[in-house]
């Protein structure tokens, strides 16, 4: 029995079924993406911008820690060191304040009003930089610049009043017409030929009861107490003429007061940040907004709206984990507004490129956002070899129906121009300003002015160009001097 059972066990374990073997499996053949191209990086990169809040919410707290950032002021100072603490949270690298000399106007007590034939308070208010001063007086009126400068009238001891609108465009050509010469150098030709005073119609294209403030030339203690009056206070000043002309009332005499002082020299801040190249950080392109306002609103559109328009584009890139082959430099430019004494203007743009007069041959392009916030339509771009780019450009801006405008020759902003004339070429993403001079250098230049959506627009607008320069090897002709 035992026999038995040992040949049946013997048995059973022979019908068990060994497994084989298994072959050993081929290791996977690793496979290498292609790199994606760069004009499909900057698609993506513009869609994603287009959903992002960071830019409203940067000028969002700008103007409501800070509101108003007169150049030269402490609260410009304390914009400048809360705008260095947020780039540096939000991820940025070389973070810097950099200070230099102003040369300091701060406005003071204001007010004019009719004295006759008709007797009313008017709104305005003093251009920046005019004197302190007060004068009553007969008031000489002229509908134009030109016919200002065409006239032989007397106004020795009188005051000098201007009612020329502004063109309303959106381009803002209108704009540089009238600042340039009836802000910016009324005053000194009112007073070289004996006026006691100066007033102009605003540098604006509003029907609103704010008046638009703006830099005069430079003019010290020895200056006219100069006002831009609301728009319409200056038409009912235009109907007051045409009565006259009728025959219909009697000379205009106006009271006028302005309290503008001269402080002496103080300091203005430049705002500095980068995102590093991650081939070619020596290549700088450099973009931003300034940091400075006018001192009657909150310095929202002008240009809170700018520096984060311009930030928030590279930020974008941070966002989505995207690092560019060329340093992009962000920088909030302090003191834009103002003149300076003997004619210099834009004295962060200038600073800024002063300090970096051994490194500006390796800046590749400059570019600054100082219009607001509303759509980008346009952007021209300077001279290059690459035929290819401009096409590569047209196509990544053309779902924001942004074009490329091969005829016009970008020459920088104010802030930029110091770069440009140094040799530095510029790039212009140009916004449709129809309403833009409605609100700009207003007590109305508040955050409400700001629509997100067109400000997302200009975001995913700057990101995808600036993703465009920073990572092909396109490089742009010097302009010529």
């Given at each position: 029995?035992?026999?038995?059972?040992?040949?049946?066990?013997?048995?059973?374990?022979?019908?068990?079924?060994?497994?084989?073997?298994?072959?050993?499996?081929?290791?996977?053949?690793?496979?290498?993406?292609?790199?994606?191209?760069?004009?499909?990086?900057?698609?993506?990169?513009?869609?994603?911008?287009?959903?992002?809040?960071?830019?409203?919410?940067?000028?969002?707290?700008?103007?409501?820690?800070?509101?108003?950032?007169?150049?030269?002021?402490?609260?410009?100072?304390?914009?400048?060191?809360?705008?260095?603490?947020?780039?540096?949270?939000?991820?940025?690298?070389?973070?810097?304040?950099?200070?230099?000399?102003?040369?300091?106007?701060?406005?003071?007590?204001?007010?004019?009003?009719?004295?006759?034939?008709?007797?009313?308070?008017?709104?305005?208010?003093?251009?920046?930089?005019?004197?302190?001063?007060?004068?009553?007086?007969?008031?000489?009126?002229?509908?134009?610049?030109?016919?200002?400068?065409?006239?032989?009238?007397?106004?020795?001891?009188?005051?000098?009043?201007?009612?020329?609108?502004?063109?309303?465009?959106?381009?803002?050509?209108?704009?540089?017409?009238?600042?340039?010469?009836?802000?910016?150098?009324?005053?000194?030709?009112?007073?070289?030929?004996?006026?006691?005073?100066?007033?102009?119609?605003?540098?604006?294209?509003?029907?609103?009861?704010?008046?638009?403030?703006?830099?005069?030339?430079?003019?010290?203690?020895?200056?006219?107490?100069?006002?831009a009056l609301s728009v319409p206070d200056a038409e009912a000043i235009s109907r007051i003429k045409r009565l006259q002309a009728e025959g219909k009332a009697g000379p205009l005499r106006l009271k006028m007061k302005t309290g503008g002082s001269f402080p002496g020299v103080g300091e203005s801040h430049n705002?500095?940040?980068?995102?590093?190249?991650?081939?070619?950080?020596?290549?700088?392109?450099?973009?931003?907004?300034?940091?400075?306002?006018?001192?009657?609103?909150?310095?929202?559109?002008?240009?809170?709206?700018?520096?984060?328009?311009?930030?928030?584009?590279?930020?974008?890139?941070?966002?989505?984990?995207?690092?560019?082959?060329?340093?992009?430099?962000?920088?909030?430019?302090?003191?834009?507004?103002?003149?300076?004494?003997?004619?210099?203007?834009?004295?962060?743009?200038?600073?800024?490129?002063?300090?970096?007069?051994?490194?500006?041959?390796?800046?590749?392009?400059?570019?600054?956002?100082?219009?607001?916030?509303?759509?980008?339509?346009?952007?021209?771009?300077?001279?290059?070899?690459?035929?290819?780019?401009?096409?590569?450009?047209?196509?990544?801006?053309?779902?924001?129906?942004?074009?490329?405008?091969?005829?016009?020759?970008?020459?920088?902003?104010?802030?930029?121009?110091?770069?440009?004339?140094?040799?530095?070429?510029?790039?212009?993403?140009?916004?449709?300003?129809?309403?833009?001079?409605?609100?700009?250098?207003?007590?109305?230049?508040?955050?409400?002015?700001?629509?997100?959506?067109?400000?997302?627009?200009?975001?995913?607008?700057?990101?995808?160009?600036?993703?465009?320069?920073?990572?092909?090897?396109?490089?742009?002709?010097?302009?010529?001097?």
């Amino acid at each position: 029995m035992k026999l038995k059972a040992l040949l049946l066990i013997s048995a059973a374990l022979g019908c068990v079924a060994v497994p084989a073997l298994a072959k050993p499996k081929a290791a996977p053949v690793k496979t290498v993406a292609a790199p994606e191209a760069v004009e499909v990086t900057a698609a993506r990169l513009r869609d994603a911008a287009l959903t992002s809040d960071v830019a409203y919410g940067f000028v969002s707290d700008l103007t409501t820690r800070v509101g108003a950032r007169p150049a030269g002021s402490e609260a410009e100072k304390r914009a400048a060191y809360w705008a260095a603490e947020e780039l540096k949270r939000l991820g940025f690298a070389n973070v810097k304040v950099e200070s230099f000399p102003l040369s300091l106007w701060v406005r003071g007590p204001e007010s004019i009003e009719i004295t006759a034939p008709f007797p009313q308070a008017l709104v305005g208010t003093a251009l920046g930089q005019s004197a302190a001063g007060e004068a009553e007086a007969e008031a000489v009126l002229f509908d134009t610049w030109q016919e200002f400068l065409d006239s032989k009238a007397d106004v020795t001891g009188k005051i000098v009043v201007l009612l020329q609108p502004m063109a309303r465009a959106s381009n803002g050509s209108g704009y540089g017409r009238l600042s340039g010469t009836i802000r910016g150098r009324g005053p000194l030709e009112a007073k070289k030929r004996g006026a006691v005073g100066f007033v102009m119609r605003s540098v604006g294209t509003d029907t609103h009861r704010f008046p638009h403030t703006g830099t005069t030339a430079w003019q010290g203690e020895g200056g006219l107490p100069s006002i831009a009056l609301s728009v319409p206070d200056a038409e009912a000043i235009s109907r007051i003429k045409r009565l006259q002309a009728e025959g219909k009332a009697g000379p205009l005499r106006l009271k006028m007061k302005t309290g503008g002082s001269f402080p002496g020299v103080g300091e203005s801040h430049n705002v500095v940040a980068d995102l590093i190249g991650s081939e070619h950080p020596e290549e700088v392109i450099v973009v931003g907004g300034h940091l400075d306002s006018w001192d009657l609103g909150t310095g929202a559109i002008d240009d809170g709206a700018g520096m984060a328009i311009t930030m928030g584009a590279v930020k974008a890139m941070m966002d989505q984990g995207l690092k560019p082959k060329r340093t992009i430099r962000v920088v909030f430019w302090g003191s834009e507004e103002v003149n300076q004494p003997g004619g210099n203007h834009s004295a962060g743009g200038a600073a800024f490129a002063k300090a970096r007069e051994g490194e500006l041959a390796q800046y590749v392009v400059a570019g600054e956002s100082d219009f607001g916030a509303d759509k980008v339509y346009a952007i021209s771009l300077p001279e290059t070899d690459d035929k290819t780019f401009a096409v590569k450009v047209a196509n990544v801006l053309a779902p924001l129906s942004i074009y490329v405008d091969a005829t016009a020759k970008p020459g920088g902003g104010a802030d930029t121009a110091p770069l440009h004339e140094a040799g530095v070429p510029a790039i212009d993403l140009k916004q449709d300003g129809y309403d833009y001079f409605d609100v700009h250098h207003t007590a109305d230049d508040v955050l409400n002015r700001i629509d997100p959506a067109q400000m997302q627009q200009n975001v995913a607008a700057w990101a995808a160009t600036l993703w465009l320069i920073a990572n092909t090897d396109v490089t742009f002709k010097a302009p010529a001097k």
